[in-house]
């Protein structure tokens, strides 16, 4: 079974840096895109950032650009996300996700209904 396990996230004061790390099992990472999305209560799920196969491709949200970083460790079968300059915006449950299906990744990376499978998240709060 495919198993995602997200973790490093805390509380963190206005500016602050955190990274996440989603360790996947039961899959060969470099067979799926990944991706990270998080969600505040009371709120849809949306888009954090992408990344394809290899690593060279790199999405971001808006709110997220410039800000924070995603990559990969295939070998590892681990995906990070570099999390700097937080404010408490950024305040919600953060998923890892992960895609198989290429034939829509490279349109849909945004698209939280393409992804095949999620860790169970990893809360991250900045305090104000």
């Known amino acids: 079974q495919v198993q995602l396990v997200e973790s490093g996230g805390r509380l963190v004061q206005t500016g602050g840096s955190l990274r996440l790390s989603c360790a996947a099992s039961?899959?060969?990472?470099?067979?799926?895109?990944m991706a990270w999305f998080r969600q505040a209560p009371g709120k849809e799920r949306e888009f954090v950032a992408a990344?394809?196969?290899?690593?060279?491709?790199?999405y971001y949200a808006g709110s997220v650009k410039g800000r924070f970083t995603v990559s990969r460790d295939n070998a590892k079968n681990t995906v990070f996300l570099q999390m700097n300059s937080l404010n408490p915006e950024d305040t919600a449950n953060y998923y890892c996700?992960?895609?198989?299906?290429?034939?829509?990744?490279?349109?849909?990376?945004?698209?939280?209904?393409?992804?095949?499978?999620w860790g169970q998240g990893t809360q991250v709060t900045v305090s104000s």
């Open positions: 996700a992960a895609d198989s299906s290429p034939s829509t990744w490279s349109d849909r990376w945004y698209d939280k209904n393409i992804y095949d499978n």
């Open positions: 039961g899959l060969t990472l470099s067979s799926y895109a």
């Open positions: 990344v394809s196969w290899s690593g060279c491709t790199t």
